[in-house]
Protein backbone atom coordinates (compact mmCIF):
# COMPACT_ATOMS: atom_id res chain seq x y z
CA UNK A 1 0.00 0.00 0.00
CA UNK A 2 1.44 3.36 -1.04
CA UNK A 3 2.98 5.99 1.41
CA UNK A 4 1.96 9.47 0.39
CA UNK A 5 4.04 12.18 1.86
CA UNK A 6 3.21 15.12 0.23
CA UNK A 7 0.39 15.77 -2.90
CA UNK A 8 0.24 18.45 -5.02
CA UNK A 9 -2.96 19.23 -6.24
CA UNK A 10 -3.52 21.66 -9.15
CA UNK A 11 -1.15 24.58 -8.45
CA UNK A 12 -0.22 27.19 -10.43
CA UNK A 13 1.49 30.37 -9.91
CA UNK A 14 1.21 33.13 -11.77
CA UNK A 15 2.97 36.63 -11.91
CA UNK A 16 0.89 39.89 -12.97
CA UNK A 17 -2.00 41.86 -12.10
CA UNK A 18 -4.56 40.51 -14.00
CA UNK A 19 -4.31 37.29 -12.71
CA UNK A 20 -8.75 36.02 -13.01
CA UNK A 21 -8.77 36.83 -16.29
CA UNK A 22 -5.62 34.83 -17.21
CA UNK A 23 -6.75 31.90 -15.04
CA UNK A 24 -10.07 32.19 -17.08
CA UNK A 25 -8.22 32.22 -20.51
CA UNK A 26 -6.05 28.76 -18.83
CA UNK A 27 -9.43 27.07 -18.32
CA UNK A 28 -10.30 27.51 -21.54
CA UNK A 29 -7.55 26.11 -22.91
CA UNK A 30 -5.05 28.64 -23.75
CA UNK A 31 -1.47 28.31 -23.82
CA UNK A 32 0.98 30.69 -21.66
CA UNK A 33 1.72 32.31 -24.88
CA UNK A 34 -1.52 33.76 -25.10
CA UNK A 35 -2.02 34.47 -21.88
CA UNK A 36 0.61 36.49 -21.53
CA UNK A 37 -0.05 38.33 -24.86
CA UNK A 38 -4.02 39.31 -23.99
CA UNK A 39 -3.54 39.69 -20.06
CA UNK A 40 0.49 40.71 -19.58
CA UNK A 41 0.35 38.03 -17.26
CA UNK A 42 3.35 35.55 -17.08
CA UNK A 43 2.48 31.85 -16.37
CA UNK A 44 5.40 30.39 -14.51
CA UNK A 45 3.32 26.70 -14.06
CA UNK A 46 -0.34 26.30 -14.95
CA UNK A 47 -2.15 23.26 -12.81
CA UNK A 48 0.81 21.01 -11.92
CA UNK A 49 -0.54 17.60 -10.00
CA UNK A 50 1.21 15.06 -8.70
CA UNK A 51 1.75 12.53 -5.65
CA UNK A 52 5.59 11.68 -3.67
CA UNK A 53 5.55 7.92 -2.38
CA UNK A 54 7.85 8.19 1.46
CA UNK A 55 11.06 7.32 0.72
CA UNK A 56 11.22 7.46 -3.14
CA UNK A 57 13.01 9.57 -5.27
CA UNK A 58 10.58 12.02 -7.66
CA UNK A 59 12.42 13.45 -10.59
CA UNK A 60 10.73 17.17 -12.21
CA UNK A 61 12.39 17.03 -15.91
CA UNK A 62 11.87 19.87 -18.34
CA UNK A 63 13.79 22.61 -20.66
CA UNK A 64 15.04 26.22 -19.09
CA UNK A 65 11.88 28.27 -18.55
CA UNK A 66 9.50 24.69 -18.05
CA UNK A 67 8.62 25.75 -14.78
CA UNK A 68 10.40 23.32 -12.76
CA UNK A 69 12.18 25.20 -9.97
CA UNK A 70 8.89 27.23 -9.15
CA UNK A 71 7.03 24.09 -8.98
CA UNK A 72 10.13 23.19 -6.22
CA UNK A 73 9.88 26.47 -4.25
CA UNK A 74 6.26 26.16 -4.33
CA UNK A 75 6.67 22.89 -1.90
CA UNK A 76 7.81 24.60 0.97
CA UNK A 77 6.11 28.27 -0.40
CA UNK A 78 9.35 30.05 -0.67
CA UNK A 79 6.48 30.82 -3.96
CA UNK A 80 3.19 30.77 -2.62
CA UNK A 81 1.17 29.16 -5.82
CA UNK A 82 -1.94 31.32 -6.98
CA UNK A 83 -3.87 28.60 -7.05
CA UNK A 84 -4.07 24.94 -6.17
CA UNK A 85 -2.64 23.12 -3.00
CA UNK A 86 0.37 21.54 -1.71
CA UNK A 87 -0.46 18.90 0.84
CA UNK A 88 2.46 17.21 3.26
CA UNK A 89 0.78 14.01 5.00
CA UNK A 90 -2.60 15.01 4.38
CA UNK A 91 -1.85 18.81 5.63
CA UNK A 92 -2.16 21.94 3.82
CA UNK A 93 0.77 24.02 4.09
CA UNK A 94 -0.62 26.77 2.79
CA UNK A 95 -3.25 26.87 5.96
CA UNK A 96 -0.06 26.35 8.44
CA UNK A 97 0.47 29.06 11.17
CA UNK A 98 3.87 31.26 11.00
CA UNK A 99 4.82 28.49 13.72
CA UNK A 100 4.08 25.79 12.12
CA UNK A 101 5.62 26.92 8.90
CA UNK A 102 8.89 27.89 10.37
CA UNK A 103 8.92 24.15 11.73
CA UNK A 104 8.09 22.31 8.39
CA UNK A 105 11.15 24.62 6.67
CA UNK A 106 13.73 24.04 9.98
CA UNK A 107 12.60 20.19 10.62
CA UNK A 108 10.02 18.48 7.90
CA UNK A 109 11.51 19.93 4.49
CA UNK A 110 15.45 20.78 3.33
CA UNK A 111 16.67 22.38 0.17
CA UNK A 112 20.22 21.47 -1.92
CA UNK A 113 20.99 24.70 -4.39
CA UNK A 114 22.85 24.69 -7.62
CA UNK A 115 25.44 27.55 -5.83
CA UNK A 116 26.06 25.14 -2.91
CA UNK A 117 24.84 28.08 -0.87
CA UNK A 118 28.13 27.82 2.11
CA UNK A 119 29.35 30.13 4.22
CA UNK A 120 32.91 31.33 3.54
CA UNK A 121 33.15 31.84 7.06
CA UNK A 122 32.40 29.26 8.27
CA UNK A 123 34.39 25.43 7.98
CA UNK A 124 32.91 22.06 7.10
CA UNK A 125 31.91 21.29 10.39
CA UNK A 126 30.16 25.11 10.80
CA UNK A 127 28.22 24.93 7.29
CA UNK A 128 26.89 21.50 8.59
CA UNK A 129 25.42 22.05 11.98
CA UNK A 130 24.41 25.67 10.59
CA UNK A 131 20.81 24.75 10.35
CA UNK A 132 20.91 22.54 14.18
CA UNK A 133 22.37 25.97 15.50
CA UNK A 134 19.72 27.94 13.79
CA UNK A 135 17.05 25.45 15.83
CA UNK A 136 19.10 26.27 19.46
CA UNK A 137 20.73 22.48 19.60
CA UNK A 138 23.43 22.76 22.13
CA UNK A 139 26.78 22.94 20.56
CA UNK A 140 28.05 19.33 21.53
CA UNK A 141 24.70 17.77 19.93
CA UNK A 142 25.01 19.68 16.62
CA UNK A 143 28.67 18.79 16.08
CA UNK A 144 28.01 15.11 16.77
CA UNK A 145 25.74 15.09 14.58
CA UNK A 146 27.66 17.37 11.77
CA UNK A 147 30.33 14.77 12.21
CA UNK A 148 27.99 11.82 11.63
CA UNK A 149 26.85 13.50 7.83
CA UNK A 150 29.88 14.59 6.86
CA UNK A 151 31.31 10.94 7.45
CA UNK A 152 28.01 9.86 5.63
CA UNK A 153 29.18 12.03 2.58
CA UNK A 154 32.95 11.17 2.48
CA UNK A 155 34.52 13.87 3.63
CA UNK A 156 36.25 12.78 7.10
CA UNK A 157 39.12 14.89 7.88
CA UNK A 158 38.15 17.74 5.83
CA UNK A 159 36.06 18.86 9.03
CA UNK A 160 38.27 22.06 10.00
CA UNK A 161 38.61 23.19 5.99
CA UNK A 162 37.44 26.35 4.92
CA UNK A 163 35.21 26.16 1.91
CA UNK A 164 37.54 28.18 -0.07
CA UNK A 165 39.83 24.80 0.40
CA UNK A 166 37.18 22.45 -1.54
CA UNK A 167 36.90 21.26 -4.83
CA UNK A 168 32.66 21.88 -6.59
CA UNK A 169 32.06 18.39 -5.86
CA UNK A 170 33.44 18.43 -2.06
CA UNK A 171 31.31 21.72 -1.74
CA UNK A 172 28.09 20.12 -2.89
CA UNK A 173 28.58 17.09 -0.91
CA UNK A 174 29.00 19.90 2.26
CA UNK A 175 25.26 21.29 0.88
CA UNK A 176 24.13 17.66 1.28
CA UNK A 177 25.29 16.88 4.58
CA UNK A 178 23.46 20.28 6.00
CA UNK A 179 20.08 19.29 4.12
CA UNK A 180 20.52 16.08 6.05
CA UNK A 181 22.07 17.39 9.31
CA UNK A 182 18.45 18.42 10.39
CA UNK A 183 17.41 14.88 9.30
CA UNK A 184 14.33 16.67 7.08
CA UNK A 185 11.42 13.48 6.08
CA UNK A 186 12.19 15.45 2.51
CA UNK A 187 15.22 17.04 0.78
CA UNK A 188 14.23 19.29 -2.26
CA UNK A 189 16.93 19.11 -5.03
CA UNK A 190 17.21 22.13 -7.73
CA UNK A 191 19.42 21.33 -10.51
CA UNK A 192 22.41 20.56 -7.42
CA UNK A 193 24.83 18.79 -10.01
CA UNK A 194 24.62 20.17 -12.85
CA UNK A 195 27.31 23.08 -12.12
CA UNK A 196 29.35 20.08 -11.91
CA UNK A 197 32.03 18.49 -14.46
CA UNK A 198 30.57 14.88 -15.84
CA UNK A 199 33.01 12.87 -13.82
CA UNK A 200 32.20 14.52 -10.93
CA UNK A 201 28.46 15.18 -11.66
CA UNK A 202 28.23 10.95 -11.89
CA UNK A 203 29.91 10.74 -8.84
CA UNK A 204 28.25 12.65 -7.00
CA UNK A 205 24.65 11.02 -8.67
CA UNK A 206 25.87 7.44 -7.26
CA UNK A 207 26.41 9.23 -3.85
CA UNK A 208 23.04 10.68 -3.61
CA UNK A 209 21.50 7.02 -4.37
CA UNK A 210 23.48 5.30 -2.08
CA UNK A 211 22.43 8.03 0.74
CA UNK A 212 18.82 7.41 0.02
CA UNK A 213 19.08 3.77 0.51
CA UNK A 214 21.23 4.19 3.55
CA UNK A 215 18.45 6.71 5.24
CA UNK A 216 15.57 6.03 3.05
CA UNK A 217 14.75 9.63 2.48
CA UNK A 218 12.09 10.74 0.01
CA UNK A 219 14.00 12.95 -2.36
CA UNK A 220 12.81 15.38 -5.14
CA UNK A 221 15.11 16.44 -7.74
CA UNK A 222 15.23 18.43 -10.82
CA UNK A 223 17.18 18.30 -13.68
CA UNK A 224 17.42 19.57 -17.36
CA UNK A 225 19.54 16.08 -17.89
CA UNK A 226 17.31 13.16 -19.33
CA UNK A 227 19.77 11.00 -18.78
CA UNK A 228 20.57 12.22 -14.92
CA UNK A 229 16.20 11.91 -14.31
CA UNK A 230 16.61 8.12 -15.56
CA UNK A 231 19.52 7.13 -13.65
CA UNK A 232 17.73 8.64 -10.45
CA UNK A 233 14.02 8.63 -10.55
CA UNK A 234 11.78 6.15 -9.03
CA UNK A 235 9.43 8.03 -11.12
CA UNK A 236 10.14 10.90 -13.24
CA UNK A 237 7.75 14.24 -14.47
CA UNK A 238 8.14 15.85 -17.44
CA UNK A 239 7.40 19.41 -17.57
CA UNK A 240 7.07 21.96 -20.86
CA UNK A 241 5.27 25.29 -21.15
CA UNK A 242 4.20 25.11 -17.18
CA UNK A 243 2.55 21.89 -17.42
CA UNK A 244 3.32 18.13 -16.56
CA UNK A 245 3.16 16.51 -19.56
CA UNK A 246 3.52 12.88 -18.36
CA UNK A 247 4.77 11.08 -15.18
CA UNK A 248 5.98 7.72 -14.74
CA UNK A 249 8.48 5.21 -14.32
CA UNK A 250 11.74 5.81 -16.55
CA UNK A 251 11.01 2.26 -17.65
CA UNK A 252 7.74 2.98 -19.29
CA UNK A 253 7.96 6.55 -19.85
CA UNK A 254 10.82 5.05 -22.74
CA UNK A 255 8.38 2.27 -23.86
CA UNK A 256 5.02 4.28 -23.73
CA UNK A 257 5.79 7.93 -24.46
CA UNK A 258 2.50 10.26 -23.74
CA UNK A 259 3.61 12.40 -27.36
CA UNK A 260 6.10 13.25 -29.71
CA UNK A 261 7.62 15.98 -27.37
CA UNK A 262 8.41 13.41 -24.64
CA UNK A 263 8.87 11.30 -27.04
CA UNK A 264 11.80 13.38 -28.70
CA UNK A 265 12.75 14.15 -24.98
CA UNK A 266 13.43 10.39 -24.18
CA UNK A 267 14.37 9.31 -27.37
CA UNK A 268 18.36 10.79 -26.16
CA UNK A 269 18.37 9.10 -23.40
CA UNK A 270 20.81 6.50 -22.88
CA UNK A 271 18.91 2.99 -22.85
CA UNK A 272 21.89 1.56 -21.31
CA UNK A 273 20.92 4.03 -17.92
CA UNK A 274 16.81 3.07 -18.25
CA UNK A 275 16.65 -0.68 -18.55
CA UNK A 276 18.00 -2.86 -16.14
CA UNK A 277 18.63 -7.19 -15.95
CA UNK A 278 15.27 -7.76 -15.32
CA UNK A 279 14.01 -6.03 -18.72
CA UNK A 280 16.15 -8.39 -21.24
CA UNK A 281 16.61 -11.05 -18.93
CA UNK A 282 15.28 -14.51 -20.35
CA UNK A 283 13.88 -17.92 -18.17
CA UNK A 284 16.55 -20.51 -18.64
CA UNK A 285 15.55 -23.45 -21.35
CA UNK A 286 17.72 -26.44 -19.35
CA UNK A 287 17.07 -26.39 -15.63
CA UNK A 288 17.66 -28.90 -13.66
CA UNK A 289 17.68 -30.32 -9.96
CA UNK A 290 20.65 -30.43 -7.83
CA UNK A 291 19.43 -33.93 -6.78
CA UNK A 292 18.66 -35.08 -10.66
CA UNK A 293 21.67 -37.25 -12.19
CA UNK A 294 24.22 -36.39 -14.59
CA UNK A 295 21.78 -38.74 -17.26
CA UNK A 296 19.04 -36.87 -16.27
CA UNK A 297 21.21 -33.52 -16.96
CA UNK A 298 22.76 -34.73 -20.72
CA UNK A 299 18.80 -35.82 -22.04
CA UNK A 300 17.79 -32.09 -20.73
CA UNK A 301 20.62 -30.52 -22.49
CA UNK A 302 20.20 -32.91 -25.83
CA UNK A 303 16.61 -31.77 -25.71
CA UNK A 304 17.15 -27.98 -25.61
CA UNK A 305 19.83 -28.15 -28.23
CA UNK A 306 22.23 -26.52 -25.05
CA UNK A 307 25.52 -27.33 -23.41
CA UNK A 308 25.03 -26.36 -20.23
CA UNK A 309 22.49 -26.56 -17.46
CA UNK A 310 21.51 -24.35 -14.59
CA UNK A 311 20.89 -25.60 -10.85
CA UNK A 312 18.57 -25.09 -8.67
CA UNK A 313 17.46 -26.16 -5.03
CA UNK A 314 14.13 -27.83 -4.22
CA UNK A 315 13.70 -24.42 -3.16
CA UNK A 316 14.47 -22.93 -6.83
CA UNK A 317 17.07 -21.33 -5.20
CA UNK A 318 20.53 -20.90 -7.65
CA UNK A 319 23.00 -23.55 -7.16
CA UNK A 320 25.07 -23.09 -9.97
CA UNK A 321 25.70 -24.21 -13.74
CA UNK A 322 26.24 -27.81 -14.99
CA UNK A 323 28.58 -27.44 -18.20
CA UNK A 324 28.35 -30.46 -20.48
CA UNK A 325 31.47 -31.69 -19.95
CA UNK A 326 31.04 -31.77 -16.47
CA UNK A 327 27.52 -34.21 -17.09
CA UNK A 328 30.00 -36.39 -18.94
CA UNK A 329 32.31 -37.08 -16.88
CA UNK A 330 29.80 -37.34 -14.01
CA UNK A 331 27.69 -40.05 -15.85
CA UNK A 332 31.16 -41.45 -16.98
CA UNK A 333 32.62 -41.94 -13.30
CA UNK A 334 28.84 -42.74 -12.22
CA UNK A 335 28.83 -39.73 -9.84
CA UNK A 336 26.74 -37.21 -8.21
CA UNK A 337 26.70 -33.81 -10.24
CA UNK A 338 27.09 -32.03 -7.23
CA UNK A 339 31.00 -32.10 -7.65
CA UNK A 340 30.60 -30.56 -11.34
CA UNK A 341 28.64 -27.91 -10.58
CA UNK A 342 30.30 -24.58 -11.37
CA UNK A 343 29.59 -22.19 -8.76
CA UNK A 344 31.78 -19.43 -10.29
CA UNK A 345 28.83 -17.57 -12.29
CA UNK A 346 28.04 -13.94 -12.29
CA UNK A 347 25.39 -12.80 -10.33
CA UNK A 348 23.47 -9.92 -10.75
CA UNK A 349 20.35 -8.23 -9.07
CA UNK A 350 17.50 -7.34 -11.41
CA UNK A 351 17.28 -3.52 -10.91
CA UNK A 352 20.70 -3.63 -12.14
CA UNK A 353 21.38 -1.13 -15.35
CA UNK A 354 22.47 -2.21 -18.60
CA UNK A 355 25.42 -0.26 -18.63
CA UNK A 356 26.59 -2.08 -15.12
CA UNK A 357 25.60 -5.43 -16.89
CA UNK A 358 28.51 -4.53 -20.17
CA UNK A 359 31.15 -5.35 -18.73
CA UNK A 360 30.23 -8.20 -16.22
CA UNK A 361 28.59 -9.69 -19.95
CA UNK A 362 32.14 -8.74 -21.23
CA UNK A 363 34.09 -10.69 -19.30
CA UNK A 364 32.05 -13.85 -18.62
CA UNK A 365 32.19 -17.23 -19.96
CA UNK A 366 28.96 -18.41 -18.81
CA UNK A 367 25.62 -16.02 -19.25
CA UNK A 368 24.81 -13.90 -16.18
CA UNK A 369 22.25 -15.18 -13.43
CA UNK A 370 19.39 -13.04 -12.42
CA UNK A 371 18.65 -13.60 -8.38
CA UNK A 372 15.96 -11.96 -6.00
CA UNK A 373 17.51 -10.68 -2.52
CA UNK A 374 16.96 -14.53 -1.37
CA UNK A 375 18.95 -15.85 -4.04
CA UNK A 376 16.00 -17.72 -6.30
CA UNK A 377 16.88 -17.63 -9.95
CA UNK A 378 14.57 -15.07 -11.49
CA UNK A 379 16.45 -15.41 -14.93
CA UNK A 380 19.65 -15.20 -17.25
CA UNK A 381 21.13 -12.54 -19.42
CA UNK A 382 23.06 -13.33 -22.65
CA UNK A 383 25.64 -11.63 -24.30
CA UNK A 384 23.54 -11.38 -27.28
CA UNK A 385 20.36 -9.99 -25.11
CA UNK A 386 22.76 -6.87 -23.72
CA UNK A 387 23.75 -5.97 -27.40
CA UNK A 388 20.45 -6.36 -28.56
CA UNK A 389 18.92 -3.98 -26.07
CA UNK A 390 21.24 -1.18 -26.55
CA UNK A 391 19.85 -1.57 -30.97
Not at 240 to 256: A, C, K, L, V, Y
Not at 301 to 328: C, I, K, T, W, Y
Request: charged letters at 25%; one cysteine or more; hydrophobic letters at 40%.
Amino acid sequence: MSDTILSVQNISKLYGLNKSAAQKLLAEGADKARVAAETGVTVAINNVSFEVERGSIFVLIGLSGSGKSTVVRCLNLLHRPTSGKVLFEGRDIGQFSKKELLDYRRSKISMVFQSFGLMSHRDVLGNVAYGLEVRGVPKEEREQKAMEMIEMVGLSGWEHKGIDNLSGGMRQRVGIARALASDPDILLMDEPFSALDPLVRRDMQFELLSIQRKMNKTIIFITHDINEAFKLGDRVGIMRDGRIIQIDTPENMSMHPADDYVKEFVGSADKAQVFSAQHIMVTPSCLIRRRDSAVHALQEMRSNGVSSAFVVDSHMNFAGLLPLEGALKARKNEEPIEGYIVKDVPTVSPEMSISDLMPIAADAKYPIVVLDEGGGLRGIVTKASVISSLV
